[in-house]
């Protein structure tokens, strides 16, 4: 545990102290400030027009602002993802401290769930950003936050599935951005899956369609926490991390 | 404290380490010799577990490296060829992160990273960026991370390499500084490294293991038995007078011009093996009257070292490997 932690902090350290961190905040603020702004004026708009015209229509902030917006950044996070899972281990490799932690009394275990779980805390630090345009909407409105809670849960949980298998795909390679090309390609192919239901509704179509990783957060953007997609992410995080304990291991016989 | 039983590691197209075996004793020091590629690296990071070997047993302190690596990386401070250093991080900062690695106890993390730091003589840059220090700095950054837990076992892969003179003299001194209180194996292919620092040779050449010894022995099978000779004959004699005479002294085997000038006539003397004929060299030239300007044993390049050592036994197979170095 000690371990874990020795090691999660100094990765922590090296995304806050090199540009990495503060570029993905940036980024990651402009985006989702953009969609907060975006979507809640649309929505402001649909209301006085509905006033206008004298109609009674139900209007929700959580469905018609806070649901559509946590899928917009589960998808802003498809991108961002590749850019911090990639350094895990493909840096290690190149300047050669993988030495060093094989060599150190620590299971690979612990390396591995060390440097995923520093690459999830970096990935929170984003959603706090997020979480700063969130609470414009509870100053100005008066949401349910119960929707909002578990889409937070849901978000940080498709980061965590997707940081495990970039972290995997970052020990195949030396090369930061080959690690980072092949874990957005991954990403991407995980988003895609879900377009196969345009395609009727065979065997092949749904399991394609539960492999899909944004399927699963349209419960959890509802308030909904469906053991299904809770499985779905949970066993993506454990495949990710036995994958990447796997090929650490590898490494020994290959190096 | 170190066994090698018949280690070999062979990789996807060659044989890095072929069946090799040696012991050292606790507080030891030793210098692993050989060329690039003998194999040296190979058989360190075997025994820094990290990686296991195709046939063989390593054991550290007693435990097994590949059964019981757990119990051997806690005993082992290693230093790779590249120091294995995070640019990113300050010289203070690294070693308190390398201090918690090692499992060394919470409540003397803080007492441990001062005292290597001043002991490698890098407290002074200990808040600067690693990536901001010069190559000599490094590598004393990474030898404090070696020692930092204070392990019973140090393995320093070419820990002189790409240092300026006077860094590896520091070097030098501070390795020898740590002798004693730690078993070292130290690689390297310079053979007056060897000479300076370490008590034990291991040489290995081509992953085969050619010699193990002392120093001392080493030396007294005809290392370093060249001598340099410079000859001011004040113009009685020339330069093949002198060889002649130089050829004549009991025990030289072959007398080789260096310098032919007007005024300086420089010669290289070897002997035959076992002997020491610079008594005879020096009272040779006096004898004929002319001055004797200089007179210093050369110390022979690794290959000579090499080709003394196969030339004069046996096929690598035939050396006693088991032997423990004494």
């Known amino acids: ?255 | 404290m170190i066994q090698v039983e018949n280690l070999s590691k062979k990789y996807a197209r060659h044989v890095a380490v072929d069946n090799i075996s040696f012991s050292v004793e606790k507080g030891d020091i030793v210098g692993f010799l050989g060329p690039n590629g003998a194999g040296k690296t190979t058989t360190m990071r075997v025994l820094t577990c990290f990686m296991p070997p195709t046939a063989g047993k390593a054991t550290v302190a007693g435990f097994d490296v590949f059964e019981q690596s757990f119990e051997v990386k806690k005993r082992i401070g290693y230093l790779p060829e590249t120091p294995p250093l995070y640019p990113e991080m300050s010289v203070q900062d690294y070693l308190t992160f390398i201090a918690r690695l090692k499992n060394v106890p919470g409540d003397e993390i803080k007492s441990r990273t001062n005292q290597v730091m001043e002991r490698c003589s890098v407290a002074d840059v200990k808040s600067r960026l690693i990536s901001k220090l010069s190559r000599g700095y490094r590598q004393r950054v990474g030898l404090a991370q070696a020692i930092i837990h204070n392990p019973d076992v140090l393995i320093l892969d070419e820990p002189t390499s790409g240092l300026d003179p006077k860094q590896i003299t520091e070097t030098r001194d501070l390795i020898k500084g740590l002798s004693g209180e730690h078993t070292i194996i130290l690689s390297t292919h310079i053979l007056p490294e060897v000479e300076a620092v370490c008590r034990k040779v291991i040489i290995i050449n081509r992953g085969h293991l050619v010699a193990t010894d002392s120093v001392e022995h080493l030396k007294h099978r005809g290392i370093g038995n060249a001598v340099q000779v410079q000859v001011d004959t004040a113009g009685n004699g020339d330069a093949s007078t002198v060889r002649q005479k130089l050829e004549q002294v009991p025990g030289v085997s072959k007398v080789v011009e260096k310098v032919v000038a007007e005024d300086r006539l420089i010669f290289e003397v070897e002997s035959l093996p076992d002997r020491n004929p610079r008594p005879d060299v020096a009272r040779a030239i006096v004898h004929a009257g002319w001055n004797l300007l200089e007179l210093k044993s050369t110390t022979l390049s690794l290959e000579e070292v090499y080709l003394q050592l196969t030339g004069e036994a046996i096929e690598p197979a035939a050396v006693p490997v088991n032997g423990s170095i004494q």
């Open chain 1, 1 to 255: 545990m000690r371990n874990i932690w020795t090691i999660c902090r100094r990765e922590l350290y090296s995304y806050f102290v090199s540009p990495v961190a503060w570029v993905l905040l940036t980024i990651f603020a402009f985006l989702s400030g953009l969609f907060t702004y975006i979507i809640s004026a649309s929505f402001a708009q649909a209301s006085i027009e509905s006033q206008m015209r004298g109609q009674s229509f139900p209007m929700n902030v959580n469905e018609q602002v806070i649901a559509p917006l946590f899928s917009n950044i589960a998808v802003v996070g498809l991108f961002l993802i590749p850019l911090i899972s990639m350094r895990l281990f493909a840096e290690e490799k190149r300047q050669g401290t993988i030495e060093l932690l094989i060599t150190s009394p620590v299971h690979d275990l612990e390396i591995v769930i060390g440097k995923w779980l520093s690459a999830v805390l970096m990935y929170g630090s984003l959603l706090v950003v997020l979480l700063i345009d969130y609470s414009f909407l509870f100053i100005y409105g008066n949401p349910d936050w119960k929707p909002v809670a578990t889409g937070f849960l849901g978000i940080l949980l498709q980061g965590a599935c997707l940081l495990a298998l970039g972290t995997f795909i970052s020990t195949l390679t030396k090369n930061q951005i080959v690690a980072g090309a092949v874990g957005f390609a991954a990403a991407l192919v995980l988003w895609i899956l879900n377009w196969t239901t345009s395609f009727g509704n065979s065997i092949t179509v749904r399991v394609l369609n539960y492999l899909s990783i944004v399927s699963h957060m349209d419960s959890f953007s509802r308030g909904v926490i469906d053991s299904k997609d809770l499985i779905y992410y949970l066993s993506m995080i454990f495949l990710g991390l036995f994958l990447t304990a796997r090929s650490l291991e590898s490494l020994r016989w290959r190096a």
